[in-house]
């Protein structure tokens, strides 16, 4: 079964297709996207945690270096938090909000939305997808 392809709604920002639902395990590896974010490319990723599904930009906000501490790992040994694997600041998975370590704020959230066995991304002004 094939990804619909981005849709529309009635805000004008799209939802684009990410991932089939089952890609994603309950606090386990991250499946990252590229987007542009202010005119930037960089890296997002989507977590599950506490059966919901969260997604971020792969940006710390102690300095902006990519959370994953090996290839799209970014929970903490517990499963309980994101981790920055430079320096060690924890994120909320469900909010993104720096609990510990030198984080300056929370994460830059990604709405997502789980439908039909897939996940989908909703771009906006300042967060788009990352053409190639």
């Known amino acids: 079964m094939a990804a619909a392809p981005a849709a529309s709604d ?3 920002d799209c939802w684009h297709p990410l991932c089939r639902s089952a890609d994603l395990a309950e606090a386990g590896e991250a499946v990252p996207f590229d ?7 960089c890296r997002a990723f ?3 945690f506490g059966g919901r599904v969260y997604a971020y930009l792969n940006r710390c906000s102690h300095v902006a ?12 040994t517990s499963g309980q938090w994101l981790i920055c694997g430079a320096h060690g600041a924890l994120f909320d998975p469900r909010s993104g909000r720096c609990v510990g370590g030198p984080g300056r704020g929370p994460l830059v959230a990604i709405a997502v939305r789980e439908t039909d066995g897939w ?6 002004y ?3 997808p990352l053409e190639f």
């Open 10 to 12: 009635n805000t004008g």
């Open 46 to 48: 989507a977590v599950r």
């Open 126 to 128: 300042d967060l788009q």
């Open 65 to 76: 270096m990519e959370l994953d501490w090996l290839p799209n790992r970014v929970f903490d």
């Open 119 to 124: 996940v989908h991304w909703q771009s906006r």
């Open 35 to 41: 987007v542009r974010y202010r005119g930037a490319a």
